[in-house]
């Protein structure tokens, strides 16, 4: 059963801990990202990696870090920095056909972080 | 950057009527265009998209327009049901290397009534 996992679905943290949450996909797809939800707004892209051990910042980056060390994986620490970390994030993946030039992003079914 | 509009914010509708939610678009290298239904606590799924070569698509009851030259995109749902009561959004993607970019709409709640 091929597909995206995300876990925790839910996650409570303490001002000032980092915490990193866990992106898994099976679709055997490159490239891979990372979202960030707020309450009435559209999806803002955080990080997104192209392929294993390369990935680059988007446009909310700050007070966040990645890995890409195998295909399937992508997890995203929420560091201390991060100055309103209570949020819903999702992961994403696409694959990467040569010659085509539209990938359909795939998402997982989130996990919803909230700072005490 | 690109910056993606979206209307309405909310949108209620009769079973059985049509539903219409407009976007538009900045950046004139945006190329694909997908539409997400989100459902309360869960990812977006997509329910449709279209290229910049084509004009409209459609598929049973839901159909996307595009008007490359006003930068603007349409979804329309005909013969509304309950279960279209959701979240939806519209995304503008350009590519980003091998990966590619999705600028999101800020949402249109849809609320079908009985």
């Known amino acids: 059963d091929g597909g995206i996992t995300q876990s925790p679905k839910y996650l409570f943290r303490k001002e000032g801990q980092n915490v990193t949450l866990s992106c898994e996909q099976n679709l055997n797809h490159d490239a891979m990202y990372w979202y960030r939800q707020d309450p009435g707004q559209g999806l803002r892209l955080i990080y997104y990696?192209?392929?294993?051990?390369?990935?680059q910042k988007g446009d909310i980056a700050e007070g966040y870090s990645v890995s890409r060390e195998k295909k399937e994986s992508f997890p995203l620490t929420v560091t201390s920095a991060q100055k309103n970390p209570t949020a819903f994030y999702l992961c994403?993946?696409?694959?990467?056909?040569?010659?085509?030039?539209?990938?359909?992003?795939?998402f997982g079914p989130g996990t919803r972080l909230t700072v005490l | 950057g690109e910056n993606v509009e979206q209307h309405p914010s909310t949108l209620s509708v009769q079973e059985g009527d049509s539903a219409v939610i407009k976007c538009t678009y900045s950046?004139?290298?945006?190329?694909?265009f997908p539409w997400y239904k989100q459902e309360l606590g869960k990812g977006p799924q997509l329910i449709i998209d279209i290229r910049s070569n084509v004009g409209e698509k459609k598929d049973q009851r839901i159909a996307v327009t595009l008007n490359k030259t006003a930068k603007h995109f349409s979804l329309h749902i005909t013969e509304t049901q309950p279960e279209d009561s959701a979240v939806y959004f519209c995304a503008a993607t350009r590519k980003l290397g091998t990966a590619s970019k999705l600028t999101f709409g800020t949402g249109t709640r849809l609320q079908v009534t009985l």
């Open positions: 994403a993946s696409s694959s990467h056909q040569a010659g085509i030039s539209y990938n359909e992003q795939f």
């Open positions: 950046d004139s290298a945006s190329n694909y």
């Open positions: 990696s192209q392929i294993v051990n390369d990935f």
